[in-house]
């Protein structure tokens, strides 16, 4: 007698595309069979595709802000904007300050998460100052479970120079974690703000001037080339465009362990988004920017070369109104002065299934690799997350392939007042979320309560 079945679906198991039904007990897949019979609870799956829970290892969560307080997206909301869009974990960062130490943030956060979580997670390291008592801290991160180190090589109050970044993927070696990057040229941009201010170019479109392909690219291939010197496994967070793409391949053709992610929006929005009327623009921010409609068609054809192998939310998410949002410092404010960042944890499975699938450029294993497997695999949780197979937690998305949606702010279910993706038309919607057994989202609803969201202890993921 299992505790649930699930019958009558479509199942995406690794390449197989299968028919059959699933036998859930104690929170983890029993039984993946043809008819499974016996069980407490029943939920129909008819004419939907069961699927992974996605897995969302690139999400900014309930952070402390440079001004003081906390991100708006809490642990609470931001769950409930998993669920509606299919995700059930996330790997989300605990910060560093200038100066100051590693664990008692690491501990701090992991109460706030376990107060409000509803999805499960875990968290990466940042180190924006690697001092010798910061990174005397990281043997006892490790072993409560911190599998990565999160380097920034830009913004004023964690980037890294390169003898910091060096002694970054040092101190990830000692102790077998990942290093993950975010690669763009620190002092080129700085140099490009000044010059556009100077010249009057304050609107939110100057932001994509000051961060061109070339300062993402340059950091990119130096990113690589000093992990490489190290001999220190690196990924490459939230890749926008196919020339620095080009980088990443380049070195796993050497032999170089390194691997790319990228993000809905740059397979969605462009820089010209950023040149909408008014302030507007400001709500398709972040870094890097999103590039134009060439480059969309450049990351899909790195996709299904496998050189980027997963597509995370960024999920970073600010308000445009408020007073922690886009206009905080009102609505002519120079782009600089702008906080960066999209959200996107519900809209990440929607818009990849519907660019992805329901447009024909990939196929749903390779769906299922991208949102799921490889994020799980990268994390250090698979195989307890982003695959259905027998042992595995019960997180499952059933999908329904054929509605279309319009997305609105409202669908998105998070804390801010807009989504970017606002009238987007999308083909193919989660019917219903499952966390480790439990319904915890149907039909839009979403059922579970604060605090039920597991921590995930992370090991050294697939290099
Ligand atoms: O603009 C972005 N991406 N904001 C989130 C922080 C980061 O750089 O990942
Ligand atoms: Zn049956
Ligand atoms: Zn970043
Ligand atoms: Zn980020």
């Known amino acids: ?3 649930l079945a699930i019958r009558g679906g479509t199942a995406v198991l690794g390449d197989a595309v299968v028919r059959c039904d699933i036998g859930v007990s104690g929170g983890r897949i029993a039984a993946i069979a043809e008819h499974i019979d016996e069980a407490r609870q029943v939920i129909r799956a008819d004419g939907l595709l069961v699927m992974p829970g996605g897995v969302d290892t690139h999400c ?5 802000l440079p001004e003081g307080g906390f991100q708006e997206e809490s642990w609470e909301s931001a769950s409930r904007s998993a669920f509606a869009g299919g995700t059930t974990s996330v ?20 109460e706030r998460a376990a107060a409000g979580a509803m999805v499960d997670y875990g968290f990466h390291q940042i180190v924006a100052d690697p001092s010798d008592a910061a990174l005397a801290e990281i043997p006892a991160l490790a072993a409560d479970g911190i599998g990565s180190l999160k ?25 077998g974690l990942m290093v993950h990057v975010h690669c763009e040229n620190y002092d080129a941009i700085n140099l490009a703000v000044s010059t556009l201010l100077a010249n009057g170019c304050t609107a939110p479109k100057f932001h994509a001037l000051s961060r061109p392909p070339v300062v993402e690219r340059e ?20 890749v926008s465009c196919a020339e ?20 809905p929006q740059y397979v969605t929005l462009t820089a010209d988004d950023m040149d909408r009327p008014g302030f507007e623009g400001a709500k398709f921010m972040c870094s890097p920017p999103p590039r134009t409609a060439a480059d969309h068609a450049g990351v899909w054809s790195m996709i299904r070369r496998g050189v980027l192998d997963m597509i995370t939310s960024d999920h970073c998410a600010f308000s445009f109104e408020g007073t922690r949002g886009k206009a905080k410092n009102g609505r002519d404010a120079a782009f600089d002065v702008i906080p960066n960042g999209v959200p996107g944890l519900a809209a990440r ?3 990849v299934f519907s660019e992805g699938v329901s447009k024909g450029r990939i196929d749903l294993p390779t769906f299922v690799k991208l949102v799921a497997e490889n994020p799980a695999r990268i994390a250090g949780l698979y195989p307890r997350k982003g695959v259905i197979a027998v042992g595995s937690d019960a997180d499952l998305v059933l999908w329904d ?16 007042d807009y989504t970017p993706y606002e009238g987007l038309e999308v083909v193919g919607w989660p019917a219903a979320t499952i966390r480790r057994g439990e319904v915890v989202m149907q039909a839009d609803v979403v059922l579970a309560r604060p605090g039920t969201g597991q921590w995930l202890p992370r090991g050294p993921g697939a290099r």
Request: overall charge neutral; some cysteine.
């Open 1 to 3: 007698m299992y505790d």
């Open 60 to 64: 900014h969560i309930e952070e402390p």
């Open 91 to 110: 790997v989300c960062h605990t910060t560093q300050d200038k100066g100051g130490t590693l664990l008692e943030r690491h501990r701090s956060n992991r």
């Open 151 to 175: 380097a920034f090589l830009t913004y004023d109050n964690v980037h890294l120079d390169d003898a910091a970044f060096l002694r970054v993927l040092q101190a990830a070696k000692r102790n």
């Open 219 to 238: 950091a990119t291939a130096r990113a690589i080339a000093l992990a490489e010197l190290v001999g220190q496994p690196i990924h490459i967070f939230h």
């Open 244 to 263: 620095v793409a080009e980088e990443i391949a380049r070195a796993q053709a050497r032999g170089v362990a390194v691997k790319g992610e990228t993000c």
């Open 349 to 351: 499975l929607p818009v």
């Open 401 to 416: 392939a054929e509605r279309p949606v319009t997305l609105t702010n409202a669908l998105m279910q998070h804390a801010v």
